[in-house]
């Protein structure tokens, strides 16, 4: 009993056709969030899947209910050792965006676990039921080859997380005492690149919004009103373009953190992005002057305008249009004031001449940003032995550049978060041919296995 036999048990789990076969019966539950009666698959990939696993490992399971959308349950299992050991909370989610059955290649399925070369495809593969079920499967195999895990753990299993995870802060604060733990440790998400082993600490925030020029009921004639009526199309667009420079600078500083803390800024600055041909090609003179690729995507903010529409533009005729409308994105990093964001955009705007243009926050869509410092003593070891067990030093991203609810485990249940991805850049997640790569998929689980075996050795007491 040795950390080397975990590994190799942890690489036979993927090479002997485990791992596909549990993918297969997990993947076949089309649990699509957004789809309104999915209430059935959510409820099954729980008792069906997880619970039957979990119990087998001597946890306790039930269903935590969501008090905000009733069809999107939650499972919490607990195996307690010893309250004096470190506890893990560990979670995943079980919910799928569309399967887009038809537009996968080849006649696939996104319902199957397809093996095809070193690529495992099916909806949920990489987001996030594979990446779950390594993390889960790791500890099986720590706790069959010790006895015991050394640490006691608890798992969280939401239904939510492509719908905008609505209910699960409200669950942290129903259940804060029974989520109790040192740390969180999790999977979801892209490595940097797809060799390199990857750990991140947090996440941007997110932050929707719509401006909307209103001047006028209806449209008027082109020909007899032009140059008498202000046409709200331009008016918005010179409101927008007040926002950021031609290169999409930002010029709302409370909209940026002003400076990268130094141990970030270093981090930053030993990763490497990958890209595939297939991906579009970066300008490295967009976003702020200085900062290059990790820096900018990870260390900074970015205001994207996702969507305009002015006037009829399935159908344009003739007319002044009255009303214009962009739905815009802040994403952000810690050190922006959430509470400041539309504020200091009402602001900026009165400042430039447009007290006319109204802000209008979304409805949904809303994250905050977090971050785990890290030279926190969880991240050190986490570095550490994924070295030891991979011989590779792993990319250490302070956060990772979308969102994700981990602002529900940082600042709800107070812990350092540390993410431990398990997929690619390219990996299709939310689009036909989604995929996991074999390959990595087995560093991944020998990765997990590691660390838990580590922190069952002691190696980090709280």
């Known amino acids: 009993?040795?950390?080397?036999?975990?590994?190799?048990?942890?690489?036979?789990?993927?090479?002997?056709?485990?791992?596909?076969?549990?993918?297969?019966?997990?993947?076949?539950?089309?649990?699509?969030?957004?789809?309104?009666?999915?209430?059935?698959?959510?409820?099954?990939?729980?008792?069906?899947?997880?619970?039957?696993?979990?119990?087998?490992?001597?946890?306790t399971c039930h269903i935590l209910p969501n008090t905000k959308l009733a069809r999107i349950p939650a499972l919490y299992a607990e195996r307690i050792e010893d309250p004096s050991l470190p506890t893990i909370l560990t979670y995943g989610h079980g919910d799928v965006l569309w399967g887009m059955e038809g537009d996968?290649?080849?006649?696939?399925?996104?319902?199957?676990?397809?093996?095809?070369?070193?690529?495992?495809?099916?909806?949920?593969?990489?987001?996030?039921?594979?990446?779950?079920?390594?993390?889960?499967?790791?500890?099986?195999?720590?706790?069959?080859?010790?006895?015991r895990l050394g640490f006691n753990c608890k798992v969280l299993i939401e239904m939510g997380e492509e719908s905008g995870s609505p209910g699960l802060a409200e669950m942290a604060v129903d259940h804060k005492d029974l989520l109790a733990a040192d740390v969180l440790i999790a999977s979801d998400g892209p490595r940097v690149s797809t060799h390199v082993p990857t750990v991140f600490l947090g996440a941007r925030g997110g932050h929707g919004f719509h401006l909307i020029c209103?001047?006028?009921?209806?449209?008027?004639?082109?020909?007899?009103?032009?140059?008498?009526?202000?046409?709200?199309g331009i008016r918005l667009a010179h409101a927008l373009a007040t926002i950021t420079d031609a290169k999409g600078r930002?010029?709302?500083?409370?909209?940026?953190?002003?400076?990268?803390?130094?141990?970030?800024?270093?981090?930053?600055?030993?990763?490497?992005?990958e890209f595939t041909p297939d991906d579009p090609v970066i300008d490295d003179s967009w976003g702020e002057p200085d900062l290059k690729g990790p820096e900018q995507v990870y260390g900074w903010c970015n205001f994207e305008v996702l969507a305009y529409?002015?006037?009829?533009?399935?159908?344009?005729?003739?007319?002044?249009?009255?009303?214009?409308?962009?739905?815009?994105?802040?994403?952000?990093?810690?050190?922006?004031?959430?509470?400041r964001i539309l504020p200091a955009l009402r602001e900026h705007l009165d400042a430039h001449g447009f007290s006319d243009i109204r802000i209008e926050p979304m409805d949904r869509g809303f994250f905050r940003a977090t971050r785990?410092?890290?030279?926190?003593?969880?991240?050190?070891?986490?570095?550490?032995?994924?070295?030891?067990?991979?011989?590779?030093?792993?990319?250490?991203?302070p956060n990772f550049g979308g969102s994700l609810p981990n602002e529900v485990f940082a600042e709800t249940l107070g812990l350092p978060t540390v993410w431990i991805p398990h997929s690619h850049p390219s990996c299709s997640q939310h689009a036909p041919d989604e995929h996991m790569m074999v390959s990595v998929a087995e560093e991944a689980t020998r990765m997990m296995a590691g660390l838990f075996w580590d922190i069952g050795e002691g190696k980090l007491q709280p």
Request: aromatic letters at 6%; a negative charge; one cysteine or more.
């Open 104 to 147: 996968w290649k080849e006649g696939r399925s996104p319902w199957d676990a397809t093996l095809a070369g070193d690529r495992i495809y099916g909806r949920g593969v990489v987001d996030n039921k594979g990446q779950h079920t390594i993390n889960l499967a790791a500890l099986r195999i720590v706790l069959a080859e010790r006895g």
């Open 1 to 59: 009993m040795t950390r080397d036999t975990v590994l190799a048990a942890a690489g036979r789990y993927v090479t002997d056709g485990t791992f596909l076969s549990e993918l297969q019966a997990r993947l076949s539950i089309p649990s699509e969030s957004p789809r309104e009666d999915s209430a059935p698959d959510h409820l099954g990939y729980l008792e069906e899947e997880m619970r039957p696993m979990l119990e087998g490992m001597g946890f």
């Open 214 to 232: 209103d001047l006028r009921e209806g449209a008027h004639h082109s020909g007899n009103w032009g140059g008498l009526l202000p046409n709200a």
């Open 250 to 273: 930002i010029a709302i500083r409370e909209w940026t953190p002003g400076t990268i803390p130094a141990n970030v800024h270093a981090a930053l600055k030993r990763i490497e992005m």
């Open 372 to 397: 785990t410092d890290p030279d926190n003593p969880w991240t050190r070891l986490a570095i550490q032995s994924i070295a030891e067990t991979t011989g590779k030093e792993p990319a250490v991203q």
């Open 309 to 339: 529409k002015c006037g009829r533009p399935e159908a344009p005729v003739n007319a002044i249009p009255g009303h214009a409308k962009a739905t815009c994105q802040l994403r952000y990093v810690v050190g922006v004031d959430r509470e």
